[in-house]
T-cell receptor, first 115, second 109 residues
Framework: SAVISQKPSRDICQRGTSLTIQCQVDSQVTMMFWYRQQPGQSLTLIAT?????????ESGFVIDKFPISRPNLTFSTLTVSNMSPEDSSIYLC????????????FGPGTRLTVL | KQEVTQIPAALSVPEGENLVLNCSFTDSAIYNLQWFRQDPGKGLTSLLLIQSSQREQTSGRLNASLDKSSGRSTLYIAASQPGDSATYLCASGTYKYIFGTGTRLKVLA
């Protein structure tokens, strides 16, 4: 299994500012993902964080709004840019391996509130 | 595009009852079907993973089944306990998952 930590665990931010969320894994993993969970909703995949190349974004999500870095196989960051109240959500990092039989593991999440 | 639906949205049962949570998906060409548990204010905990070639998985009081032909998966919880109270999510996919809408379970002592 993989142990995943996220920082910060929660934050309250002002409209128009940006927040960078960090995800740290205790072992090297091939696949890292960022999800968003809006209030009362299920999880939606934002992007796949690729090591050494640009992230792959899902429909409805763009790099300018959610820039992602993946400098190595154990760490990734997600920035929520130019925030609005609609960005208030829980942001979760997850990891999985190359083998499709791998369980996907999730971090504890970052609860973001935008005023 | 795969869509995943869970019924019921919420469920309240007395302690000790056996219960079934349902998950439906539209694309039968799924690879993995994974069940997660989410406690309030916390991340997701993986409960059971069923690969496409499998029909069920068991862990303790939990049993998950997968019927690709009907587009359904069920999570069976035996002898429910108050500690089982949480939101249960099913997710379909390979490396990236599409999540269901979740079932909020409350087990009453």
């Amino acid at each position: 299994s993989a142990v995943i930590s996220q920082k910060p665990s929660r934050d309250i931010c002002q409209r128009g500012t940006s927040l960078t969320i960090q995800c740290q894994v205790d072992s090297q993993v091939t696949m890292m993902f960022w999800y968003r969970q809006q209030p009362g909703q299920s999880l939606t995949l934002i992007a796949t964080a690729n090591q050494g190349s640009e992230a792959t974004y899902e429909s409805g999500f763009v790099i300018d709004k959610f820039p992602i870095s993946r400098p190595n196989l154990t760490f990734s960051t997600l920035t929520v840019s130019n925030m609005s109240p609609e960005d208030s959500s829980i942001y979760l990092c997850s990891v999985g391996g190359l083998a499709v039989s791998d369980t996907q593991y999730f971090g504890p999440g970052t609860r973001l509130t935008v005023l | 595009k795969q869509e995943v639906t869970q019924i019921p949205a919420a469920l309240s049962v007395p302690e000790g009852e056996n219960l079934v949570l349902n998950c439906s998906f539209t694309d039968s060409a799924i690879y993995n079907l994974q069940w997660f548990r989410q406690d309030p204010g916390k991340g997701l905990t993986s409960l059971l993973l069923i690969q496409s070639s499998q029909r069920e998985q068991t862990s303790g009081r939990l049993n998950a089944s997968l019927d690709k032909s009907s587009g359904r998966s069920t999570l069976y919880i035996a002898a429910s306990q108050p500690g089982d109270s949480a939101t249960y999510l099913c997710a379909s996919g390979t490396y990236k998952y599409i999540f269901g809408t979740g079932t909020r379970l409350k087990v009453l002592a």
